[in-house]
């Protein structure tokens, strides 16, 4: 089992920058590769970017490639998402996911193959 608590959401300004934060729990998250998802009000739950469990390899959605890094310690048990250039459309709870079934450097960007979620973190960016 994976416990996963998000922190770092808040409030920015358009162009500005935040650091979101997911504490694992669990002595297999270094095993898993992890993603980031968001929800805004009104919309499905969409895909934001994904690190294999060595962190190796990375992937993200276009809205976000080029603005948004996505890392991780697993030392720490921690992943993260460095959002730069923040546009108000980014506002949106963030979630973390860990994918405990993707082998190798594969990654999957579809949130039912994601088994483990944590609670969310807001992000609003106003304009």
């Known amino acids: 089992q994976v416990q996963l608590v998000e922190s770092g959401g808040g409030l920015v300004q358009a162009g500005g920058s935040l650091r979101l934060s997911c504490a694992a729990s669990?002595?297999?998250?270094?095993?898993?590769?992890m993603g980031w998802f968001r929800q805004a009000p009104g919309k499905e739950r969409e895909f934001v970017a994904a690190?294999?469990?060595?962190?190796?390899?990375?992937y993200y959605a276009d809205s976000v490639r080029g603005r948004f890094t996505i890392s991780r310690d697993n030392a720490k048990k921690t992943g993260y998402l460095q959002m730069n250039s923040l546009k108000p459309e980014d506002t949106a709870v963030y979630y973390c996911?860990?994918?405990?079934?993707?082998?190798?450097?594969?990654?999957?960007?579809?949130?039912?193959?994601?088994?483990?979620w944590g609670q969310g973190t807001q992000v609003t960016v106003s304009s």
């Open positions: 690190i294999t469990w060595s962190g190796g390899r990375t």
């Open positions: 996911a860990a994918d405990p079934r993707v082998l190798g450097d594969n990654l999957r960007v579809g949130a039912p193959n994601y088994n483990y």
């Open positions: 669990g002595r297999t998250f270094s095993s898993y590769a």
